[in-house]
């Protein structure tokens, strides 16, 4: 029997990675160009001098690809026509099986309604015809934020975002879970409850859960008492653990604020390359010990941690603004 045509892990090699670069100056306003040093920073640690995976920079238009070029010059530039840079949830998933490597297109409505941006639900169709692949499209919402697999056929997500009204309303726990086996390859999928508090992609799976291993979760241990995130912590490792998934303890970031709210920082939005993985940071006491905890689950690559805080006034971090190509 053949093997299943599925999504690869992410720490499996990668021709090359999608990194969005901030390009409209009316949404990022005052932090745009911030925003666009800590995009270049965190693809140069991509790139690692060539060691690591080619970074393929996506600008929306000529001006931004001007500025891409001069920030970060060992990358390759992609004008395409986006809303915004968040490309793990409207760029392609690619499956593969062997030397073949299948691009899939999901509907993209702005999680849930919140966000419709011109360019957004087309730019992964438009980004895979860029790499001389062609894109199956699939009738129903799905962002690529929202799952994360560990290569064998596990797939993880989360009740509030995959089941929430406002993204498949006619769609139930059954139909989901079926489309997931039909187009991803997904044979187990394991359910976690809620996402990060005022996470406003309903409750993405990287910003709480990540796969380090075969049937390994890397999981947030919240920070003390205040921790606003503690009992949804508590609530994904009991059923992680129910599952039969082993958990991998990182520490979390706790209550981070900007000006004044509480916003869904985490450690376990990071990337991982094909030489590194690149951490955010936000300036929290936790921030070196997650930097190490992470590293200890990598040992052949560099484990390095960045400020992102320009690039999480949009409202994510490093793994939303990629997007991997499987070697």
Request: proline share 6%; charged share 25%; aromatic share 8%.
């Amino acid at each position: 029997m053949a093997p299943a045509l599925r999504q690869a892990p992410e720490w499996a090699e990668h021709e090359f990675v999608w990194i969005g670069f901030p390009s409209h100056a009316d949404l990022w306003l005052e932090d745009l160009e911030p925003a666009r040093a800590e995009v270049a920073a965190f693809a140069a640690a991509v790139h690692a001098d060539g060691r690591g995976e080619e970074v393929r920079l996506v600008v929306a238009d000529p001006q931004s690809a001007r500025a891409a070029a001069e920030l970060a010059p060992f990358a390759t530039i992609v004008q395409e026509m986006f809303g915004d840079i968040w490309l793990r949830d409207t760029g392609p998933i690619v499956l593969g099986r062997g030397a073949t490597r299948v691009p899939r297109s999901f509907r993209f409505n702005g999680w849930g309604g919140k966000y419709d941006l011109e360019g957004d639900d087309t730019i992964g169709l438009r980004l895979a015809n860029s790499a001389d692949l062609e894109a199956t499209r699939h009738d129903w919402v799905l962002e690529g934020g929202a799952i994360d697999v560990d290569g064998t056929g596990l797939l993880v997500t989360t009740e509030q975002c995959l089941l929430n009204p406002n993204r498949n309303p006619g769609l139930d726990r059954e139909e989901i879970e079926a489309r997931l086996r039909r187009e991803l390859g997904a044979e187990r999928i394991l359910w976690l409850g809620e996402g990060l508090l005022n996470d406003h992609t309903d409750g993405h799976v990287d910003n709480l859960a990540r796969f380090v291993g075969e049937n390994r979760l890397a999981l947030p241990v919240a920070a003390g008492p205040d921790d606003p995130n503690a009992a949804i912590y508590q609530d994904a490792r009991r059923r992680a653990e129910a599952f039969g998934v082993e958990v991998a303890e990182i520490p979390s970031p706790g209550q981070v604020e900007r000006d004044g709210e509480i916003i869904p920082a985490s450690y376990m939005n990071f990337y991982i390359g094909n030489a590194a993985v690149v951490v955010p940071l936000y300036g929290a006491p936790n921030d070196a010990a997650a930097v190490d905890a992470i590293g200890a689950l990598f040992p052949g690559r560099s484990v390095v941690g960045f400020r992102a805080d320009h690039v999480l006034t949009g409202g994510g971090s490093f793994h939303c603004i990629s997007q991997q190509m499987p070697a």
